[in-house]
């Protein structure tokens, strides 16, 4: 055998996967944090890296209801095949928890996914152009970025906040007019209310503004998709005041359609069945038509069908008055654990002076930094581990006990004083 095939540099992969590798900082902050608590045990180290929501005593949280329904559902719902584009009375009901009461009037259409990231995927492979960008804000999920690199595009950012931490209309605007001056469409999206990782929610009165923007452009003819990731939303407050914002997108013209992106994984404690949807509003018949056979085909194409047994728990949830109301006691009382380690923090950074972002909910909050990893590093000293983002580091409300979210701003404060 010839000597370049040992050689490291020899390659056999296609042109366009040749070099990817995925570097996520959450999963290493999250080896970091393993290897201390083994070293000196669990109860001295606070992990701030979990992107799930552990209980006060450091366990990873769920739901009674959904154990108890998902354990009693025959064997069939377990292995049998759920159709491509999902269970009917699956998408139905992720249409209904999607509103809430908030319904806009328009057509709708979804198909199931897995998860909410199967969701963003099945967005950005049918409505964005190759080699054109999609845009969303300067703080982000970073999984956004390896969705749009892996399907022949690429993201961009907005400034998210302005000077008084509030939304950047004017930063949103002008990247908007920028990339249509050069693009016929363009995705946006916006992860909101409770955004990963800051904790911020668009109020309506931002809102106007995103869809003033947008509108500008329906009678130029470009085709404008706003897709709102609403993967914390159970998280973010009161479901039906956090959905208001939703009945802003009736009547919108032909040429813009809202998409959403739901997640059984938070609301549900159900991460690991990777079971969400991508649902479409419009006020074309025509577009919702084409949206159920194109993302079908891509369903298809990527993982043929989702999982049949978290979709039936979730219906049978919906169906259940006795069990929707159990299962709803439930998860509020979980919002209200993380809403209470959250406003821990961000009282007493305001106390301390530190300049943490605007936390309204959800399971992340974020204090910038010009060199994160460093301030991530000293926190190791005090046994702390957070994420170290691009412009900032995020804490995880929903992983830290509130009795170790006691202390974790001032010393946050004390790592950036030293680095600064």
């Known amino acids: 055998m010839k000597e370049s095939v040992f050689n490291m540099a020899f390659q056999m992969a296609a042109s366009h996967a040749a070099g990817k590798q995925l570097k996520d900082a959450i999963f290493g902050a999250s080896a970091a944090c393993r290897a201390a608590s083994e070293k000196y045990g669990a109860d001295r180290v606070t992990n701030a890296t979990i992107g799930a929501v552990m209980d006060d005593a450091g366990k990873l949280a769920h739901l009674p209801t959904v154990e108890r329904i998902f354990r009693a559902l025959p064997i069939e719902d377990y292995i049998a095949y759920a159709p491509i584009a999902g269970l009917p009375a699956y998408l139905d009901a992720v249409i209904d928890i999607t509103?809430?009461?908030?319904?806009?009037?328009?057509?709708?259409?979804?198909?199931?996914?897995?998860?909410?990231t199967g969701a963003l995927r099945l967005a950005v492979a049918n409505y964005v152009e190759k080699g054109d960008k999609v845009l969303t804000s300067d703080w982000f999920w970073g999984t956004y970025g390896v969705i749009c690199q892996e399907l022949g595009c690429s993201i961009t950012n907005f400034t998210l906040f302005d000077?008084?931490?509030?939304?950047?209309?004017?930063?949103?605007?002008?990247?908007?007019?920028?990339?249509?001056?050069?693009?016929?469409?363009?995705?946006?999206?916006?992860?909101?209310?409770?955004?990963?990782?800051?904790?911020?929610?668009?109020?309506?009165?931002?809102?106007?503004?995103?869809?003033?923007?947008?509108?500008?452009?329906?009678?130029?003819?470009?085709k404008i998709e706003l897709l709102v990731d609403i993967a914390y939303i159970d998280f973010a407050g009161e479901k039906v005041a956090t959905r208001a914002f939703m009945q802003k997108f009736a009547g919108l013209p032909e040429n813009i359609l809202v998409l959403f992106a739901f997640s059984m994984s938070k609301a549900y404690t159900f991460y690991g069945q990777r079971c969400g949807a991508l649902i479409a509003l419009s006020s074309n018949q025509?577009?919702?038509?084409?949206?159920?056979?194109?993302?079908?085909?891509?369903?298809?194409?990527?993982?043929?069908?989702?999982?049949?047994?978290?979709?039936?728990?979730?219906t049978r949830i919906e169906q259940d008055k006795t069990a929707y109301a159990a299962y709803e006691s439930e998860r509020d009382a979980l919002y209200r654990l993380v809403q209470e380690r959250g406003d821990i923090f961000m009282r007493e950074a305001e106390a301390c002076g530190l300049l943490a972002l605007p936390y309204k909910g959800g399971f992340f909050l974020a204090v910038p930094s010009d060199d994160p990893q460093a301030v991530c590093d000293l926190l190791h000293e005090d046994l702390i581990f957070a994420v170290p983002l691009k412009m900032g580091v995020r804490i995880a409300a929903c992983s830290v006990p509130k009795d170790k979210m006691h202390g974790v701003a001032e010393k946050v404060k004390r790592a950036m004083d030293k680095i600064s």
């Open 163 to 222: 000077a008084q931490n509030n939304f950047n209309h004017e930063a949103f605007a002008a990247s908007v007019d920028e990339l249509l001056r050069v693009q016929d469409s363009l995705l946006i999206i916006l992860n909101t209310p409770a955004h990963n990782p800051t904790g911020y929610s668009l109020s309506a009165s931002d809102w106007d503004h995103v869809l003033d923007v947008v509108k500008k452009y329906a009678p130029t003819g470009k």
């Open 99 to 116: 509103f809430a009461g908030n319904r806009p009037d328009g057509y709708l259409g979804a198909i199931a996914s897995a998860g909410g």
């Open 286 to 314: 025509s577009v919702i038509a084409e949206f159920s056979e194109i993302t079908k085909y891509s369903a298809r194409a990527t993982w043929s069908n989702i999982n049949r047994g978290a979709m039936t728990l979730l």
